[in-house]
């Protein structure tokens, strides 16, 4: 009989140019044997030829799982995106098929999964869309503790799926006798400043993060953090606590939190919820939750000024980080970075999958990911011109590109980026033809952070309705720049000048895409009088 066949993103096929991971999917592609029918009962003949993963889909296809990996923690994977209403286990294959409840929930956990890794039992795993758009399964013995897991999970009370009293009638080892899945965090010794996604990326290693909040206590830098589950929490609580995020500094204290989930309000640089993307940003600085005031008192720190640093260096400490990248607005104030793999190397090029082949430009894709580091270089690759190759200054800016513009729609369609086994874009020969292709803005004026402690640094956001705009001349009217913002077949639904300062404004169009595509339209266009248009995403709203 034969065994199931891997799923493969759609797309393109791969040329010379283009052998980089793909769009969706978050690992390597490997083949199965065919030879492990017995196994797994009839449920592999269910997925014979399942081939091609990247269009959405209620069910996904999660491989590399560990061979003792329980259904659970499989379980728990999609818990946070929404309801798991079907398992399929092949532990012979160490692969399991999880079905939502609704497609939304999938893309969400497909899209959190592309630029975070999860990992269960500090094992790294891989998520993907599957071809099929239900799961079908048996009565078989096989399947019967599946069904019974999704049973108690199912029949556990709202807001507790993660926690204890769920997990405990699934699998006990996975409770933690108790522990909660929420981490109570204190850094000691604050000598830099310790940015909310510095916190994910040293986190997410031990597992998914769903929710972090950060707030100060008794003169102290304090955050909560959720994971998916309890045991994630108690490695990262092992591994961590008592490290140095920086030299000799911001040292990490980590208990156990009374509280057993966050309600995060607000996606901003104090809390943010990676399973919703949808929340607002908040007009001013959020109010912690009622149960949160109750358990830590105080709100939120002011908001941190961190001026650009040189390069980042790691010395070898503790061998549980694996390679990681800071964002550059995150850690620039660090000079040495103490948990290794905590640094500001790592790839600089990006594949940017996914584009509109009939609109996409060099230009276009340089102005965008300009808004997160200073673009070297963009290569549209000419047989698959979906595809293209993004050279930034640095592994930081990079990273940063990434997990801020995955997922953003672009000329109609949502694009996928992830890191290019590339170390640069190379330029064509001199005489070659280059079609428009390939530019190189190695010397462009138009970069934003080439000026060490630019003030750019601190106003990194994520693509958002609603734009900043600045160097505006005192003759250009509000009439003016709405009728210039909505002639580019957009939507102005609100501006306002700033009160102390009536050369920047705040402009609301009417979607995130809309507001994309008038950055890259209008960001360094000529208003006269020797003023050129500086135009970035805002945190927010009018």
Not at 68 to 83: H, M, N, R
Not at 160 to 167: C, E, T, V
């Amino acid at each position: 009989m034969d065994g199931i066949v891997q799923d493969l993103t759609v797309g393109t096929k791969r040329g010379a140019d283009e052998l980089f991971p793909t769009c969706v999917t978050n690992g390597p592609f490997i083949m199965n044997d065919n030879n492990s029918s017995a196994a797994n009962g009839n449920d592999i003949k269910k997925f014979k030829g399942d081939r091609s993963a990247g269009v959405p889909s209620r069910v996904i296809h999660v491989r590399k799982l560990p061979s003792d990996v329980t259904e659970a923690e499989v379980i728990s994977l999609g818990l946070p995106f929404g309801k798991v209403t079907n398992l399929l286990m092949l532990k012979g294959k160490n692969q399991a098929f999880i079905e939502m409840n609704t497609e939304e929930a999938a893309n969400t956990m497909v899209n959190y999964y592309t630029t975070v890794t999860p990992v269960l039992r500090s094992q790294p795993i891989y998520i993907q869309f599957s071809n099929h758009k239900e799961l079908k399964t048996d009565n078989t013995p096989n399947q019967a503790r599946a069904q019974a897991a999704l049973q108690a999970v199912n029949l556990a009370p709202p807001g507790s799926l993660a926690l204890p009293g769920a997990a405990a009638a699934v699998d006990a080892g996975m409770a933690m006798a108790g522990q909660s899945p929420v981490l109570r965090i204190i850094v000691e010794n604050l000598f830099y400043p310790v940015a909310l996604d510095v916190l994910h990326q040293i986190f997410s290693k031990f597992g998914t993060v769903l929710k972090i909040i950060t707030f100060t206590k008794n003169h102290q830098f304090q955050a909560l953090l959720q994971y998916a589950d309890p045991v994630s929490a108690q490695h990262a609580k092992l591994s961590l606590d008592g490290q140095n995020i920086y030299n000799a500094c911001c040292t990490l204290r980590i208990d156990f939190s009374k509280l057993t989930s966050l309600n995060v309000k607000y996606n901003n640089d104090k809390s943010r919820d990676y399973t919703r993307p949808d929340l607002p940003s908040g007009d001013s600085q959020p109010p912690l939750d009622q149960t949160m005031a109750a358990a830590f008192g105080t709100g939120f720190p002011p908001a941190f000024a961190i001026p650009q640093a040189a390069g980042l260096t790691v010395p070898s400490v503790h061998g549980a980080l694996a390679p990681l990248a800071i964002p550059a607005a995150a850690a620039a104030a660090a000079g040495r970075i103490a948990i290794p793999g905590l640094t500001g190397a790592g790839n600089c090029v990006l594949l940017v999958s996914s584009l509109n082949p009939e609109r996409v430009t060099p230009q276009c894709l340089f102005i965008l990911f300009g808004v997160y580091g200073d673009v070297q270089r963009v290569k549209i690759l000419f047989k698959k011109k979906e595809n293209a190759l993004i050279q930034m200054t640095d592994g930081n800016q990079a990273q940063l590109a990434m997990s801020h513009l995955n997922g953003q729609k672009l000329h109609g369609k949502p694009i996928r980026i992830t890191l290019s086994k590339h170390q640069t874009v190379q330029l064509p020969r001199e005489g070659q033809e280059t079609h428009g292709l390939t530019k190189d803005y190695g010397n462009s004026p138009l970069h934003r952070f080439k000026k060490p402690g630019s003030k750019n640094f601190q106003n990194i956001f994520p693509p958002s309705a609603t734009l900043h705009l600045s160097n505006i001349p005192p003759s250009v009217t509000e009439e003016d720049l709405k009728m210039l913002f909505s002639s580019n077949s957009g939507v102005v639904k609100g501006f306002k000048f700033f009160q102390k300062d009536r050369k920047m404004a705040l402009i609301q169009m009417g979607s995130v895409e809309e507001a994309i595509q008038s950055l890259i339209d209008l960001h360094n266009h000529d208003l006269g009088e020797n003023h050129h248009l500086r135009v970035s995403f805002s945190k927010s709203t009018i």
